[in-house]
C-alpha cells in the first residue's frame, strides 16, 4: 500500500500506554496514525488533516469523548467516530452510540476487536459513493416510470416530502454510519424491513449477509435449533451438521421481526449471544466466536410487555440503543399520490401492460382510505386493480376498498357512542384537532400546522379532504 492511499486515523487518549498499543497496532495495519492526547490537541490535528476514522477515549483532561464526536459531527461529518470506554462503562458506550458513534471498545482494549472495528469503520462507503447513490434516487423519485425499473423497489414505500417520512429517510442515512443496535417500530406495513435493508446496503456490513427473522413465524420447539443450528445427531433427524440464523448474519446483520414474539427462554438465549458475541450449536460443545449487527423490528409496544413481564427488560435495553420510527400512511396522506404512481408503473412493468389511468373516483377513494395495512395493503390494492379494470382506466369499484361477506352485502365496522363507520369516526377525531388548532392561532394556517406538528402542506392537504375552509 502506498503512502499516496493509505488510511489515516486519530488516536486520542491521555493514556500513553494505550495511545501507543493502538498506534503500533494501526501501523502494523498499514494504516498511518497520529494521536493526541486531549480534546483541544485533538481538534488542532482535526483542523490540520483529514482522517479516515477517529478513536476517542471518553475521559480526557479537558472534555470528554462526546465533545470530540460532536465537533467532529459538526465539522468533519464524514469522519466515523469510535470511542474507548472504561470496563462495564455500559451508560458511556450507550451515549456515544446515540450521539452517533459508529461503534465503541471497552477497556482494556481487545487487539482482535480494535482491527475489526477499525477494518469496518474504513470499509464504510465513501462520501462520493454516497453522494452518487442519493443523487441517483433523488433522481429516480422525480420519476415513477424509472423508479419501476429499479431492481430492488425498495424507495418506492420511502417516497415523498412528508415531515416524517423525511426525518425516517435521515436516520435511516445515519443509522448506515454506525454498528448501534436498532430498533424499528411502526404499524404493520409501514416498511420496517425495508428500512432495516436500506441500513445494511449502506453500512460497512454491505457485502456480508442480511438474515431476515421473523420471529412470530417460528415454532417455540424449533427456535432453538433454527437461531443457534445444530450438530449431526443432535436429535432425531438431525441427519447433518447445520448452521442457524446466527451464524448466517456473522460478518453481517440479523433482523428480528417482531422481536416482541420472542419467548422468554428464547430471549435469554439470545441475550447471552449479544453479550458474549459467542454461540454454540445445538448438540456440540465448542463454541464459536460470532459478530453481527442486530436490528429489530415490531408494531407492538415492548415497554408494556417489559412492564407485563412478558418481555425482558435487560433484553430490551440491549436492543432499543437507537429507535427509528416509521410513519403509517395516514400520518402522511400528502405523500400517497406519488406512492401510488411510483407503484402503479412498477406493477404495471412486472405485468407487461401499459400502466392505466385512475379515475377521480379512484384518486378520491384511495385519499379517503384508511390503510390499517399501509404500505403493503396499498401495494396490494393497486395489484389487485390492476387485474381487475376493464381497459385502461382503474375505477373505484375496481378497489375493492370494502370486503363483502359471503352473501355479498358490506357491513361496515362502527365504532363509538355515535356508530360511525372507521373512516368517518378518524375523519371526524382529525377534524376537531385541526379546527382546535386553527381557533387556537385565530385562523392562522402556519402557526396551527406548527401547533399540530405537520408541515403547512400536509394541512392544506387535510383541509381541503375534510372539506374545511
Not at 424507495?155 to 448506515?176: H, V
Not at 393497486?382 to 381497459?391: K, N, Q, V, Y
Request: aromatic share 6%; glycine share 6%; charged share 30%.
Amino acid at each position: 500500500m502506498t503512502s499516496a492511499n493509505k488510511k489515516r486515523v486519530l488516536v486520542v487518549d491521555d493514556e500513553a500506554d494505550i495511545r501507543e498499543l493502538v498506534v503500533l497496532t494501526l501501523m502494523r495495519m498499514g494504516i498511518e496514525a497520529e494521536s493526541a492526547d486531549t480534546c483541544a490537541q485533538a481538534m488542532s490535528r482535526l483542523a490540520e488533516h483529514s482522517y479516515d476514522l477517529c478513536l476517542t477515549d471518553m475521559r480526557l483532561p479537558d472534555g470528554d469523548g462526546l465533545k470530540v464526536l460532536s465537533h467532529i459531527a459538526e465539522k468533519y461529518g464524514n469522519t466515523p467516530v469510535a470511542v474507548i470506554t472504561a470496563f462495564g462503562s455500559t451508560e458511556n458506550a450507550v451515549a456515544a452510540l446515540k450521539a452517533g458513534a459508529f461503534d465503541y471498545l471497552a477497556k482494556p482494549i481487545q487487539l482482535k476487536q480494535l482491527r475489526e472495528v477499525v477494518i469496518s469503520a474504513l470499509n464504510l462507503p465513501r462520501p462520493t459513493d454516497r453522494q452518487q447513490k442519493k443523487a441517483g434516487v433523488a433522481d429516480r423519485a422525480n420519476s415513477a416510470a424509472t423508479i419501476a425499473s429499479l431492481p430492488d423497489h425498495a424507495f418506492t414505500r420511502l417516497l415523498g416530502d412528508s415531515a416524517p417520512l423525511s426525518r425516517a429517510r435521515e436516520m435511516i442515512t445515519k443509522l448506515a454510519r454506525s454498528q448501534a443496535p436498532v430498533y424499528i417500530t411502526g404499524e404493520s406495513g409501514t416498511g420496517k424491513e425495508v428500512a432495516a435493508r436500506l441500513i445494511h446496503q449502506d453500512s460497512a456490513r454491505r457485502q456480508a449477509q442480511f438474515v431476515a427473522v421473523n420471529c412470530g413465524a417460528i415454532p417455540e420447539t424449533l427456535m432453538e435449533s433454527e437461531f443457534f443450528g445444530y450438530r449431526r445427531g443432535a436429535f432425531t433427524g438431525a441427519e447433518t451438521d447445520r448452521d442457524g440464523f446466527l451464524q448466517a448474519a456473522d460478518g453481517g446483520t440479523l433482523f428480528l421481526d417482531e422481536v416482541g414474539d420472542l419467548p422468554l427462554l428464547m430471549q435469554v438465549k439470545l441475550l447471552r449471544v449479544i453479550q458474549e458475541k459467542k454461540v454454540r450449536r445445538v448438540g456440540d460443545t465448542i463454541e464459536k466466536a460470532i459478530d453481527f449487527r442486530i436490528i429489530s423490528a415490531t408494531n407492538k409496544n415492548l415497554g408494556e410487555k417489559v412492564r407485563a413481564g412478558e418481555f425482558r427488560q435487560d433484553l430490551f435495553y440491549r436492543l432499543n440503543v437507537i429507535e427509528l420510527r416509521m410513519p403509517s400512511l395516514r400520518e402522511i396522506p400528502e405523500d400517497i399520490p406519488l406512492m401510488v404512481s411510483a407503484l402503479m408503473a412498477r406493477l404495471s412493468q412486472q405485468a407487461g401492460v401499459a400502466s392505466p389511468m385512475l379515475a377521480e373516483d379512484a384518486q378520491r377513494a384511495l385519499a379517503d382510505y384508511d390503510y390499517p395495512g399501509n404500505v403493503r395493503e396499498l401495494e396490494n390494492i393497486l395489484e389487485r386493480a390492476l387485474a381487475l379494470c376493464d381497459g385502461n382506466t382503474i375505477r373505484e369499484q375496481d378497489l375493492h376498498l370494502t370486503e363483502n361477506d359471503d352473501d355479498g352485502s358490506a357491513e361496515p365496522i362502527t365504532l363509538g357512542e355515535r356508530d360511525l363507520p372507521l373512516h368517518e369516526y378518524l375523519d371526524e377525531i382529525e377534524r376537531g384537532q385541526i379546527m382546535k388548532a386553527l381557533e387556537q392561532t385565530r385562523y392562522n394556517k402556519t402557526q396551527a400546522a406548527k401547533l399540530l406538528g405537520i408541515t403547512f402542506r400536509s394541512l392544506r392537504y387535510r383541509l381541503d379532504r375534510l372539506g374545511i375552509r
